[in-house]
């Protein structure tokens, strides 16, 4: 799962018995949390909420998955006094066909169960159910379905609820249709999650997502067609380790360029940008597009994008970041990175090219490794601007300077004037 509002997953180590995932750390509590402090949202603040949680549903629902226990505990925010929300704990979830029907038992947590579930048969919509008591209670401050175990079953399977009048009289026509629309008993007549962020209701929300994609993110993104397979390769584990604030600064890009809501970015949607805005060539684009779709999937993910960012106009390499890089590649703590240390992380081969080539991009020493100071220098040495009219910039100081003659460009020559 590779989405703005999922949480990510940092690391797995990997024992004889078993195996510990790192999850991000999500900082600002779970959404139940928050919706007790405050009783209700407004529609606005709900709309702005249910929003992100789309966002989340359409893209796990689009790959195939059913998560099959949404519940408020179950979106947190990553930060203290922020609102914004990740989806988290897939345990219950399922890999299945869009159009596929699972038949297992019941899963998850009763009060937000779908009709269907009870009868140990349904689909993707069973998330657009909890999705909608979620809505319930966020719009209303109280559950629609409780009680007594039965009498909850009960009321499940009729999809019987009660809109009081004392909460919802205030509430607009619009919001109660959007909650009903998700709270139907036939999984055929509930809105799926792509026509709910068409709703009427989604409106509301206080921002749109009409963000103006600027010149420094399709510069980015022109450049890292062009850059060598290594230093993709690098920028690429650099991205899942970027802080929250850096990600947050060009997340909105990100939404904007996925413009079908669907948690990434397709090759028409690239070209609409980079073409008919920037008047950019169909080869750079191809390119780009190329490059960024580095699971083959026919899209661009979210961390294929934060690596085209970083060392651009909005994100730089950071000490911190380069460390980091180096320390997944060198897996034997020697201080150094072989190709047999990069085979370990990528397998034999990255984007068709063996790892040996790989690292013969950046060992401007011949001496069949990398040291920290050689891999940094490699990726710190700046690149072509997007239009020519500046230069790349001094070169980094190397161990041996005049054995310097790449800095990352695709085709192998130099980018600086190497004396």
């Known amino acids: 799962m590779d989405h703005p509002h999922i949480a990510r ?13 790192v999850m991000e750390c999500m900082e600002g509590g779970e959404l139940l949390d928050r919706i007790r402090e ?29 998560h099959c226990d949404l519940k408020l505990e179950n979106f947190m925010y990553d930060h203290v006094g922020g609102n914004h929300l990740k989806l988290i704990d897939f345990g219950f979830s399922k890999m299945c066909d869009k159009k596929a029907e699972l038949r ?9 169960t779908a009709p269907e579930v009870l009868d140990w048969s349904y689909t993707q919509s069973c998330d657009q159910w909890s999705l909608g008591v979620i809505v319930f209670v966020l719009l209303a401050g109280y559950m629609p379905f409780s009680g007594p175990q039965d009498e909850q079953m ?3 399977a009729s999809g019987t609820f009660t809109m009081k009048p004392e ?9 109660k249709n959007f909650t009903r629309g998700l709270l139907q008993v036939d999984p055929k007549k509930r809105l799926t999650a792509d026509l709910a962020i068409q709703h009427p209701f989604m409106k509301l929300r206080p921002y749109g997502d009409e963000t103006p994609v600027d010149a420094g993110i399709i510069k980015a993104l022109r450049d890292y067609g062009q850059h060598s397979r290594f230093r993709r390769c690098c920028l690429i584990m650099m991205a899942w380790s ?4 850096e990600r947050e600064k060009v997340e909105k890009y990100f939404l904007a360029l996925d413009s079908k809501h669907e948690g990434a970015i397709g090759y028409d949607q690239l070209k609409k940008v980079m073409v008919d805005q920037y008047h950019l060539s169909s080869k750079d684009v191809k390119e780009s597009f190329q490059a960024l779709d580095s699971s083959h999937h026919k899209e661009i993910h979210f961390s294929d994008f934060l690596a085209a960012m970083i060392d651009g106009s909005h994100l730089e390499i950071k000490e911190d970041l ?20 990069l085979r370990c992380v990528l397998g034999d081969t990255f984007e068709g090219h063996k790892v040996e080539k790989l690292l013969n991009e950046a060992d401007t020493l011949h001496h069949g490794k990398l040291s920290y100071h050689e891999f940094a220098s490699y990726l710190k040495c700046n690149h072509l601007r997007l239009h020519g009219d500046e230069a790349c910039g001094e070169l980094p100081i190397f161990e041996n300077p005049r054995n310097q003659t790449r800095c990352g460009s695709s085709d192998g020559k130099p980018c600086c004037n190497v004396q």
């Open 9 to 21: 997953l940092v690391d797995v180590y990997e024992r004889d018995l078993h195996m510990d995932l």
């Open 38 to 66: 405050k009783k209700r949202f407004s529609e606005q603040d709900t709309a702005c909420h249910v929003w992100q949680m789309l966002l989340a549903l359409n893209y796990i629902h689009r790959h195939g998955m059913i």
């Open 104 to 112: 297992r038992k019941a899963c998850g947590t009763l009060s937000y």
């Open 154 to 156: 009960k009321k499940i």
């Open 167 to 175: 909460r919802w009289s205030t509430i607009s026509e619009d919001a």
């Open 242 to 245: 970027l802080s929250r604030e």
């Open 322 to 341: 380069l460390h980091e890089a180096f320390r997944k590649f060198d897996t034997d703590t020697s201080g150094y990175i072989t190709a047999e240390n």
